[in-house]
């Protein structure tokens, strides 16, 4: 596998950083501090239930319903805490607020071996670096904090283009920002469905981080433009540098 792009996208929870530790477990240790105990197993299993639920009634954090990212993720842990059979009290809204605040930067994510290592790399074979992910706006300053944003050119997040993975509308304006065809470039992911088939169906490339082992869909095994790697320093060795432009000479 040999690939030589302009610009190489990536997805970035659990294909360049993932939790510490689970949500539940995050979010038990927090209502502890505030006089709440609950069991973490059972706050995991209502975060993603109730995830799931908030994302389909109010996609994108909320920014396209009129409702802040604070205000959607407030009711989303209230939610979480109150199914998990605590009682309703003026607890819940300080713990929600100060998850909020841990959460707007690095605390309690932790990036992948060889990850830094890897993106300078890329750089270096002159090729631009994007985000593509659906996070919310404070993405940047937890990317900053784990030392990742300034190796990227731009970063859009579905807060940004209203808009969230898979439509490709996400992928198009990645590409628009820089000022990159389809076909010259690359996205990064560890989700076939919000990752993978939307980078195809643009025209791109698609790598696809298979850190877990999952079997390869049989529609995907023949495609040219599809790849799959273990971990991020494999991007590093399929990724050829770009070749220099010939120079106009002049006189």
């Known amino acids: 596998m ?14 360049l950083f993932k939790l510490k530790r689970t949500p539940g477990t995050i979010y038990a240790s927090v209502a502890d501090s505030h006089g709440i105990q609950v069991d973490s197993a059972k706050l995991d299993y209502t975060f993603l239930k109730n995830y799931k639920e908030q994302n ?15 205000v959607w993720w407030t009711d989303l842990v209230k939610k979480t805490f109150l199914d998990a059979g605590v009682p309703k009290s003026p607890a819940l809204d300080a713990v929600a607020k100060q998850l909020f605040e841990e959460f707007s930067g690095g605390k309690h994510w932790e ?14 074979k002159g090729v631009k670096l994007g985000v593509i992910s659906n996070f919310d706006e404070r993405l940047e300053e937890v990317l900053a904090e784990l030392d990742l ?11 940004d283009a ?5 439509n490709c509308r996400i992928f198009q304006m990645a590409l628009q920002l820089a000022g990159t065809d389809a076909s010259q470039a690359v996205h990064l ?12 169906c643009m025209g791109m490339h698609a790598i696809w981080i298979n850190r877990n082992n999952g079997d390869v869909p049989s ?15 494999e991007v590093v060795k399929c990724i050829k540098k770009k070749r220099q432009e010939k120079q106009k000479l002049s006189g």
């Open 111 to 124: 990036v992948y071996p060889q990850t830094k290592e890897a993106l300078e790399a890329i750089r270096d």
């Open 2 to 15: 040999a690939i030589r792009p302009k610009l190489l996208t990536m997805d970035c929870t659990n294909t």
């Open 162 to 166: 209203q808009v969230a993975k898979p």
């Open 219 to 233: 529609e995907l095994s023949e495609c040219e433009n599809f790849h799959m790697v273990s971990d991020i320093e």
């Open 56 to 70: 389909q009634s109010y996609c994108s954090f909320g920014c396209m319903s009129g409702i802040s990212t604070k």
């Open 189 to 200: 992911g560890d989700n076939l469905k919000l990752d993978v088939q939307p980078a195809l």
């Open 149 to 159: 944003c300034r190796l990227f050119d731009f970063v859009l997040t579905s807060v």
